[in-house]
């Protein structure tokens, strides 16, 4: 790892990127507080994301800024973010800040949401400019965004940026009660509505793609959340008789978003529909993005989300179920608890001494802890004997303090149980759902570990507490936001329509509120040790 340290104002900021990885420097900032002013897709064009270099050998000159920028304002250091990328340490000023905005790039670019294992028909000629799509994954958290050009399918942006309805409730049912309040169901709609069209907007804006090549657009989630979008039909999630039965979440006038969203009158908007009550076309879309109905069997997706769903392919069938997971593994829970996002806590590792080292998304400013430094912290108490297995601090206190990059955070047993809870129903999921397709956990050839949460993950830590089996080497996967690589892949590929269609076609729903092994499972995987498995 090398480290970029960035002056904003006069204030020095210092972030840790990977050289190999390839980055640019805008593409290094693009997660963080300190972003380049943009009106391009990074190729120079617009001229707009001017750095001064400091320190550091940010590469050779190219022509793309010879062009840009004059001799004067190149001898002065000047150069543009998108055209250097940084082979070790550097130092850079900001000229040319971009304005606030809630919708960001997520960590890792355009690799940071998963794979595209589907590739488009070949590509007609087209006289004009060619045409995009757009795939929208509508978490419950989060609102995922990715642009494609469909003539390639290549992937030309990502944005991600928080679900705003999260002020009327951090989980499914409580939004759901809300929603059956008078007037407050089209105002949850408007809100989501109007969250996708504020980062269409800002991918406008910032990237220059023009909202009037856009000809098709997918949008995916869970199956409360595309009720709430539509408005249509999300009371009926409120009974248990239909939680496991279709629900109709089409919207009844797309040409209205289209207009909302200043798109073009003839774009094709289309609503994914869910598979049933409480599993939504995102844990589908998944299945399509990891090709799962083509993967050695068994074969299981755990997509982690406030509304985890996971589904177990044996080779004939795919048994589907879905869990509540809480803001434990998205928005988090705690006082010092937050999203997924920059200056939250992401990984935490042991130290020199009693030290703790943290990583940091996209500052070294911690702001607090996320779900999967949350696990790592678990992980490391574990290990050395500060915490037992039922939660509760070795030496009988309410909270353990540490520090991460000179501020002191905290963790509470409250957040420590919020945690149990999720990890225990995912647990017992996994084993109510092996048992009913007759399987051994241990017999799992893969297990892909997909959602914002996932994509962070440190597999040994989530073993050790518990929260993922314990599996060879190799047979787990962290698979980034597989929903919106499969909203991607039904963009434009018609293998992945097929998929999707003989997904729906093999399906078993497991109702884990009707099965009695899921009690005692739950408790089982209460505790902070590894799954009981046996192979």
């Keep these: 790892m090398a480290t970029l340290r960035v002056r904003v104002d006069g204030t020095l900021h210092a972030l840790a990127f990977d050289p190999a990885a390839g980055a640019s420097l805008r593409g290094i900032l ?12 990074g190729l120079g064009a617009c001229g707009l994301c001017r750095i001064r270099v400091l320190r550091g050998d940010a590469g050779a000159v190219t022509a793309v800024e010879r062009a840009q920028l004059d001799e004067v304002l190149l001898l002065d250091g000047i150069r543009l973010a998108c055209q250097c990328h940084p082979m070790a340490d ?5 000229l040319s800040l971009a ?3 809630n919708w960001r790039m997520p960590a890792g670019g355009l690799k940071g949401f998963g794979s595209l294992r589907w590739t488009p028909p070949l590509s007609g000629h087209h006289r004009g400019a060619r045409p995009l799509g757009v795939a929208v994954d509508l978490g419950t958290s989060h609102i995922s965004l990715a642009v494609l050009d469909l003539d390639s399918g290549r992937p030309l942006t990502l944005r991600f940026g928080p679900n705003p309805q999260r002020a009327h409730g951090a989980d499914i049912m409580t939004r759901l009660v809300v929603a059956g309040g008078a007037g407050h169901a089209e105002n949850l709609a408007a809100l989501a509505r109007g969250a996708i069209g504020e980062a269409l907007g800002e991918i406008a804006r910032s990237e220059g793609i023009d909202l009037a090549r856009i ?20 009371q009926q999630l409120l009974e248990p008789r239909n939680w496991f039965a279709p629900v109709d979440c089409a919207p009844a006038d797309t040409a209205l978003w289209a ?7 003839g ?15 995102d ?40 869990t509540a997971g809480g803001p434990a593994f998205e928005a988090s829970a705690g006082r010092d608890c937050i999203p997924a996002e920059a200056g939250a806590v992401y990984h935490v590792r042991e130290g020199v001494g009693d030290a703790l080292e943290c990583d940091i998304v996209g500052t070294d400013e911690a702001r607090g ?31 353990f303090h540490f520090e991460a990059n000179g501020r002191v955070l905290s963790l509470g047993w409250r957040e420590i149980d919020a945690l149990q809870r999720a990890k225990a129903a995912i647990g017992a999921g996994v084993a109510v759902l092996c048992e009913c397709a007759g399987i051994n956990p241990a017999e799992l050839r893969h297990l892909l570990a997909a959602g914002l949460f996932g994509r962070h993950l440190d597999l040994k830590n989530a073993a050790q507490i518990g929260l993922l089996p314990a599996l060879p080497a190799g047979r787990i996967s962290l698979a980034g936001n597989t929903a919106l690589a499969g909203a991607c892949a039904l963009l434009f590929a018609e293998g992945a329509r097929q998929m999707l269609a003989d997904a729906r076609g093999c399906t078993r729903f497991v109702n884990l509120g009707n099965t009695a092994a899921f009690d005692a499972a739950f408790l089982d995987h209460l505790f902070l040790q590894p799954m009981s498995i046996s192979s």
């Excluded at 693009?30 to 897709?41: I, K, S």
């Excluded at 074969?299 to 048994?319: P, Q, Y």
């Excluded at 915490?387 to 206190?397: L, V």
């Design 30 to 41: 693009e997660p963080t507080d300190y972003r380049v002013r943009t009106a391009c897709l």
């Design 90 to 94: 550097l130092e850079v000023e900001v």
């Design 99 to 101: 304005a606030p905005t």
């Design 215 to 234: 000809t098709r657009m997918t949008v995916v989630g869970n199956t409360a959340m595309l009720s709430l979008l539509a408005n249509r039909n999300h």
């Design 259 to 265: 207009q909302e969203w200043s798109l073009s009158p």
């Design 267 to 281: 774009v094709t908007i289309e609503v994914i529909p869910p598979l049933a009550g409480f599993v939504g076309s």
């Design 283 to 322: 844990l589908l879309a998944g299945l399509v993005a990891e090709r799962m109905l083509e993967r050695p069997a068994p074969c299981l997706l755990i997509d982690f989300g406030t509304n985890s769903e996971m589904a177990l392919w044996t080779g004939k069938t795919l048994w589907v179920t879905a």
């Design 369 to 399: 802890l996320c779900g999967s430094g949350l696990v790592d912290l678990l992980a490391c108490l574990l290990r050395r004997g500060q915490i037992n297995t039922i939660g509760r601090f070795a030496d009988g206190s309410e909270r």
